[in-house]
């Protein structure tokens, strides 16, 4: 089974509408062919303009979040069906740093899951276990509660619509990348955890991506591991060579 290979940059509260268009024409420059889905998360201000940038290349304008509601009394938010009405089909959900500062808890990233779906959006479901479940070994269940809590009620059908980015907190923006080993060690639970609420051939279909630390320097290694389909990038994401640099690591 061919999975899809994804490399997506998570820009944060990062690049203003002036920085934002720059980067994306330094983007622009450095995309020639590439191996694999090439997609950038700019601020909500800012994804109008690059989905029109970006309209006739292969990168694609995915959203950092969104609420689970259409519309509604939520001051500030902003819907699925708004970002679908300006071409933004795909959103990441779970962030570590949604969940950390604003406390997404796994009910609430379902009832986004589900709106998501609803609208015809791509999901690229974020989770990771902190150091300290780490260091008490107990990873592997609290990635599989993330997991189950907020994507088991889904039908098979759904999960073409998904992407499990694992990304462990103790790794984002510190420098400290997760090892190779530990990193398809995680992916190959996480794939096997999937194939036995479902099924061994959706489980091989769906494309599992890491994001903590990923740079030009360790990009090749880590995609070259059996169950990695590709990154989520935070940091290197922000610079255009570095960024190309990790998606010709394919
Ligand atoms: P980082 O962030 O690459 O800066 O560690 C990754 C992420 O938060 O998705």
Not at 110 to 119: D, G, I, P, T, Y
Not at 197 to 225: H, W
Request: glycine share 6%; with cysteine.
């Amino acid at each position: 089974m061919l999975r899809k290979k994804i490399v997506a940059g998570n820009w944060k509260m990062n690049n203003d509408i002036h920085e934002t268009n720059g980067l994306i024409k330094d983007l622009l420059n450095e995309s020639n062919s590439t191996n694999c889905q090439v997609m950038i998360a700019p601020s909500f201000i800012s994804l109008q303009s690059s989905v029109t940038m970006l309209s006739d290349s292969k990168i694609e304008v995915v959203s950092q979040t969104m609420h689970h509601e259409n519309n509604g009394a939520y001051t500030g938010e902003v819907s699925a069906k708004m970002l679908s009405s300006i071409g933004v089909k795909t959103t990441i959900l779970g962030h570590s740093e949604r969940r950390e500062y604003f406390k997404e808890t796994h009910d609430m990233l379902k009832l986004k899951v589900n709106k998501a779906l609803e609208n015809s959006m791509d999901i690229i479901f974020c989770f990771g276990e902190e150091l300290k479940d780490r260091k008490s070994e107990n990873h592997f269940s609290v990635i599989s509660n993330q997991i189950s809590e907020s994507l088991f009620h889904l039908k098979k059908s759904d999960w073409t619509n998904i992407v499990l980015a694992y990304e462990p907190v103790w790794a984002i923006g510190t420098g400290e990348t997760a090892s190779s080993y530990q990193v398809q060690e995680m992916h190959n639970f996480i794939r096997t955890f999937v194939a036995k609420k479902y099924n061994t051939q959706l489980a091989e279909s769906v494309s599992i991506i890491y994001g903590g630390s990923v740079k030009p320097g360790n990009a090749k290694e880590i995609f070259s591991m059996q169950d990695v389909d590709g990154g989520l990038i935070g940091g290197a994401a922000l610079n255009s060579k570095d960024f190309f640099s990790i998606v010709n690591s394919f």
